[in-house]
């Protein structure tokens, strides 16, 4: 929201790195944002990023106005993602970490699948016949990929198979016994 209230009051091009200076708002103090082309290497002078790893809203701004849809890779710290958590505290082996980042990367495709699906939808949203060609491009890959499935699992659909796809989804597997104990009977009287 704050980089909304941000503006660019000069612009220029030095030893092929862009300089923006950046104004706040309700603020009179500018913050020169550095910005390379090549590399996408953004830095600000008021090193929020270098003293809380948390990119600014200057540098956001400028990132706005390269339209840029994502923040470079380099600005998403490992501690700000869900891979801060998955780290091992001792090595037991590197095998636990990689299914943690296989699991994140299958995430991140699924987002962008959905990404894709809905910018396919909002494209085709004017015009009927390009509505009907996405439905019927969807519905022949809808058709390939379910008899890819049936190829893989030799026609039969299973329980197991369900329950993994569920598992796939919830991130959890289903626990092998399942032991309900009765409550511990409380006294509320007087308290």
């Known amino acids: 929201m704050t980089c909304f209230s941000c503006g660019c009051e000069e612009f220029k091009r030095e030893n092929g790195l862009e300089i923006a200076k950046v104004s706040e ?3 009179r103090r500018t913050f020169d944002v550095l910005f390379n ?4 290497e953004t830095t600000c002078s008021c090193k929020l990023f270098y003293r809380q790893g948390i990119p600014c809203r200057h540098m956001v701004w400028v990132w706005k106005a390269k339209r840029f849809e994502i923040i470079p ?4 710290l490992n501690r700000w993602t869900t891979m801060a958590t998955k780290r091992p505290i001792f090595d037991l082996g590197g095998n636990l970490l990689e299914q943690c980042a296989n699991i994140i990367d299958k995430k991140k495709l699924l987002n962008e699948l959905w990404s894709e699906i809905h910018n ?3 494209l ?7 509505i009907k060609d996405l439905v019927i491009n969807f519905r022949g890959l809808r058709l390939d990929l379910e008899a890819k499935r049936i190829a893989r699992n030799n026609g039969e659909r299973n329980a197991t198979n369900k329950e993994k796809d569920i598992e796939l989804l919830i991130g959890a597997s289903v626990p092998t016994e399942i032991s ?3 409550p511990k009977i409380s006294k509320n009287k007087g308290t």
């Open 73 to 76: 890779e380099q600005y998403i």
């Open 25 to 27: 708002g309700g603020r």
């Open 124 to 130: 085709a949203e004017g015009d009927d016949e390009d």
């Open 37 to 40: 082309p090549t590399n996408q």
């Open 120 to 122: 396919c939808v909002s």
């Open 180 to 182: 309900i104990k009765p």
